[in-house]
DNA sequence: GTCTATAGCCTGATAGAC
DNA sequence: GTCTATCAGGCTATAGAC
């Protein structure tokens, strides 16, 4: 499974789903025709069919490439062994790196959480957010015990995700001058807040 | 313009935007034909096209109607003359009525952050969000001096949309058994951050 | 202001040749 | 595995009667 560099069916096959990827979260579904997706890659419809039953099954193929395409990558900040606070900044700029390097990404799990239905939104619970969320409510709860761990690791994955989704507004918001921030201003940020809010009040 | 109640041609008018609102709330621009808002309304499409000139009218002025019914509504906390904190207080109380209260207006933002174009992202910031947010920044600068006020103002607005926008995937996340969250759930949540983030540390 | 009828195009999907 | 050709139906939008 490893070895077999590009098997000449299967290569048509990755680039049907790369492109419709792109499209899919530059439009949504209902917004992506067959033909589109087909026309992206070069080849008509009906190849197209023979690689896919119908157009859901593309879809459901491409969520699954996508999510999967960035399923390890946020794993690894929290697997290490140092202090709490530490593996929580290493979530927080992994996943600000993901979430600015792959839009398509952002993007696509903005779409589901309007559209998806029961079986989608369980494949992107289980792809993408099921382990590193388990593991930011470990950490919550070693960081404020008094507070609500689920609730609380929410709001760390919606500080980082939200900064993404409002970006296309932040333009048209006065006082911000010169281009977006980068993501390591994000980051920093969000970490700023967190550390405000996890620090023990060790006075009155 | 406050008297005359509800004039014939008005009415019809004022229907058609009522379920195009939920109609686009609920599936998209693309995800909506004309004819399922004139079947929803209760006409053929041809006359539907009597009220507006094509679709995309139709869909400006739908947007413009949802996000006119909820401009008044947020800013009234933000208005009195009480101390910062409790404005801040009242504002994400306000604030999460609103998204609880009218979720169509809700998953309108979503959608419009996602595929809004200039002008429509533009109507966004004017009608929703310009006069809070503005409101909101210059309480974070009372508040965290310290801090960049913009991208404050942006968490505060984040923490409250984010916990409605992920409520789908919640269920299918460990940890949560019972029924979801209530709004003062989530106003109470927000708050206790937020004070623990604009807590002057004066201690080490 | 609403209707029926229809033009012209795009849609998802299939048949059959190569 | 890809093509051309095609089908049946849905789409936006218009014409014209009432």
Do not use: C, W
Not at 48 to 65: G, I, N, R, T, V
């Amino acid at each position: 499974m490893a070895l077999r560099p590009a098997s000449p069916e299967g290569d048509t096959r990755q680039q049907i789903l790369q492109r419709a990827i792109t499209l899919f979260a530059g439009a949504g579904y209902a917004g992506v025709s067959v033909r589109d997706v087909a026309a992206q890659v070069g080849i008509s419809a009906a190849a197209l069919y023979h690689h896919f039953p119908d157009k859901q099954a593309l879809y459901l193929a491409a969520m699954e490439h996508a999510f999967a395409r960035n399923e390890s990558g946020i794993l690894a900040a929290l697997e290490s062994e140092r202090s709490p606070l530490e593996r929580l900044s290493g979530f927080v700029t992994g996943f600000v790196a993901l979430a600015a390097g792959d839009q398509e990404f952002s993007k696509l799990v903005q779409r589901e959480l309007l559209d998806g239905d029961e079986a989608r939104l369980e494949l992107l619970a289980e792809h993408v957010f099921r382990h590193p969320h388990a593991a930011i409510v470990a950490l919550a709860r070693e960081l404020a015990p008094d507070l609500d761990s689920y609730i609380l690791a929410d709001s760390v994955i919606g500080l980082v995700l939200f900064s993404f989704q409002t970006a296309p507004l932040r333009r048209y918001l006065a006082g911000r001058a010169g281009p977006p921030e980068r993501p390591e201003d994000i980051a920093r940020h969000v970490m700023t807040l967190l550390t405000r809010v996890f620090a023990r009040q060790d006075a009155p």
